[in-house]
């Protein structure tokens, strides 16, 4: 089986068709996602759907481009959730320097709050990187993520930067990106990374993988990503869906 570690099905993307969208992924043996929230209307919606269906679990968290709203009492109900026994990670959060909707000094404070949090409430991280290597793994240390760990999600940096967070007990995941063709940073990261350490994702309904690239993403094509990965690292698909499930249940806490 497959573990999609990354899905945003409380997108309104899919509103309309989200029971075929859910048999297709159970079909391609896609048996487990983490529905990601990351304000108001997404986390609520990411809790309903944990609570309706047993396959999918919940992350709760702040986008770093909506930093700026965030006030006091999202953090505490964040935290309240936490308690729940479908909520697996805290994120996605992190550091975006490609929109400026919210000031970057605003941004570290809101993600050095939630890795706070995430080590209070013992739950590993989802961190989201758009431009912003440098001080994404600037706070980590400075925040010691290793206590909880988590994942890079969609991992697009280079090889040096992926060895930095594994040793701060960080996973490297890899979505729709690592099939483009030109995605030459991402492919050799995926190869060279030790086997514990990487996931599979979707992102969904973003970054479809080839050959659907363009079009809108769901969780059976993380097939896809899977397919890639295991012919990059010369192993079969299925020794890279078994490790990957694996390593996500594990850093989850699922099914242990
Ligand atoms: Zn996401």
């Known amino acids: 089986m497959l573990f999609d570690t990354h899905v945003h099905l409380n ?83 992190g550091l975006d320097y490609h929109w400026d909707k919210s000031p970057k000094d605003v941004q570290k404070e809101v993600f050095r709050r939630q890795v706070r949090l995430a080590r209070k409430v013992n739950l590993p991280i989802i961190i989201h990187n758009r431009e912003a290597t440098e001080d994404v793994v600037e706070i980590l240390k400075e ?55 990487l996931l599979i994702e979707t992102d969904c309904p973003y970054l479809a993988p080839h050959p659907n690239r363009g079009k809108r993403n769901e969780p059976s094509y993380v097939t896809l990503v899977a397919e890639q990965i295991a012919e990059l690292r010369g192993i079969s698909y299925q020794e890279l869906t078994e490790k990957t499930t694996e390593n996500a249940q594990k850093l989850f806490g699922i099914n242990r």
């Open 143 to 197: 925040e010691k993520v290793e206590e909880v760990g988590g994942i890079m999600h969609c991992f697009s940096g280079s090889l040096e930067t992926a060895k930095q967070c594994i040793d701060m007990n960080m996973h490297i995941s890899f979505g729709g990106p690592v099939t483009f063709k030109n995605a030459k940073k991402p492919k050799e990261v995926a190869a060279e990374i030790p086997i514990d350490r």
């Open 11 to 93: 997108a309104n993307q899919f509103d309309e068709d989200l029971e075929e969208v859910i048999n297709r992924a159970l079909e391609a043996d896609v048996k487990q996602m983490v529905v990601v929230g990351f304000d108001r209307p997404t986390i609520t919606k990411a809790m309903e759907l944990v609570e309706k269906y047993d396959f999918l679990y919940a992350s709760v968290g702040w986008h770093p481009v909506d930093a700026i709203d965030m006030k006091d009492e999202d953090l505490e109900w964040i935290e309240e959730l936490a308690a729940h026994p479908k909520v697996v990670a805290i994120g996605e959060m």
